[in-house]
């Protein structure tokens, strides 16, 4: 039986996370697979490119570096990829539709010339919205979301993030033993730019006595408070998890670089020791602090990012065979199912205050089914 020929690519974009490497290698087994394809009679072909968007603007490589960007993914090539973290593709931040150097018609131009009938664009808010902007132009693409801050609308989950929570986890586990040594307050920076989650699951999960989120604007007087209180009641040791978005109530988030990327972020960072430095000078306690930084990146994909990465792959590839396209796969309600693209990058999921955060402990909530 004649079958019909059809090109895939499959790119990651963004901050590298755990959980990209599994969801590439189900997009490639799940288009590859013999009975899939005899059933949808459409023999497919996959192509990795490499660095994010880049890889579509230069796939030839960089002028010091002529490594092409577009290889052939097989079955064999990608059978072990679900066990390694970070993305075995490469990433980048590369923004085809930069306002000060648009290369979108590259962009386009290259889809073209490399036959991509479809696109698997692996990304946060900035690679699926440039994946959006590609579909309005014509381009038949679909989503996977990943990020470690769990900020996309649409989803309930996105790959990295229960990897990233282990992270702080397992580091706030560490910490615990040296703090109560010294009976030191530790706090702990996380990352998460605007979004609290990482911080409040991860502060949650390690049972932190302080969670500080950008959600909700701080009082340091409030936090000496909760920690002079905590002594009191016999604490030999206290961990405060900061999200480097968080801030004092009347300032503005803490940047550790200055100017921004193709995307327009700026580089949040220096919250965490900010706090520790005040709180020294105020509660006269030992203060130290610590930012987990791409620690929270990297490390082997935990067996949810494992799993999660496999089911948005092969979702993907069933939105690709069923030509619904412009839509990101997603995890709602306990279903892996589909949002359109536009719904995942309209706006940031951030924490909800009144259902998920203690105001008065800054921390997570004590009463979960309500009164
Ligand atoms: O979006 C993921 C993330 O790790 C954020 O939590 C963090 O603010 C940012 O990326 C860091 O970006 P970069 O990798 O460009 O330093």
Redo the contacts with the bound molecule.
Sequence with gaps: MEMEKKRIGVLTG??DCAGLNSAVKWVTKTALDDRLQGARKIQYEVLGIRDGWKGLVKPEGDEDDRAPRICTLTEELVRTWDRYGGTNLGTS?TNPYDPKNNRSNIVLENIERYHLDFLVAIG?EDTLGVAYKLFVEGVKVVGIPK???KDLSGTDYTLGFETAVNVITEEIDRLRTTAGSHRRIFVVET???HAGWLALEGGESSGAYVILIPEYNFEIEKVNELLVEGRRKGARYEIIVVA?GAKPVGYSEIVREEGV?SFGHE??GGIGEFVAKWISQLTRIDTRSITLSYLQ?GGVPCAYDRRMGRYFGIAAVDLIAREDFGRMVSYRNGRITSVPLQEAIGQLNLVDIRTQYDTERYNGRRTILGN
């Design positions: 963004g901050g931040r946060g990020t470690i801050d990352m998460g730019r480097e990327d580089t949040l990146r």
